[in-house]
Nanobody
């Protein structure tokens, strides 16, 4: 069974950092682009970042550019989202998802359409 499991969420003060992990089980991430999405209370889910299967291409939402960094370690079958300088508006449930349709040099964070394997989410709360 294909599954993604997120971890690393928690409570952090504004300006703090967290690193989220997205681990795959039942399949190899080598040929999948991975996206991170988030959903805040009362809001629609939005794309945060993505990384191509090759790791050579990354994209970020404007709201997180310069603060978040996505990376992957295929040997560990895991993708990471390093989040620095966190703000209260980053509070949300964060999901990772796998896309097998994009080519090795591209990924799309602005749409959920190509993502067909999703994790259960991890809560990130930024508050003093």
């Amino acid at each position: 069974q294909l599954a993604l499991v997120e971890s690393g969420g928690g409570l952090v003060q504004p300006g703090g950092s967290l690193r989220l992990s997205c681990a795959a089980s039942g399949f190899s991430l080598d040929y999948y682009a991975i996206g991170w999405f988030r959903q805040a209370p009362g809001k629609e889910r939005e794309g945060v970042s993505c990384i191509s299967s090759s790791g050579g291409s990354t994209n970020y939402a404007d709201s997180v550019k310069g603060r978040f960094t996505i990376s992957r370690d295929n040997a560990k079958n895991t993708v990471f989202l390093q989040m620095n300088n966190l703000k209260p508006e980053d509070t949300a449930v964060y999901y990772c998802a796998a896309d097998r349709w994009s080519n090795s040099q591209s990924c799309r964070h602005y749409t959920e359409a190509p993502y067909d394997v999703w994790g259960q989410g991890t809560q990130v709360t930024v508050s003093s």
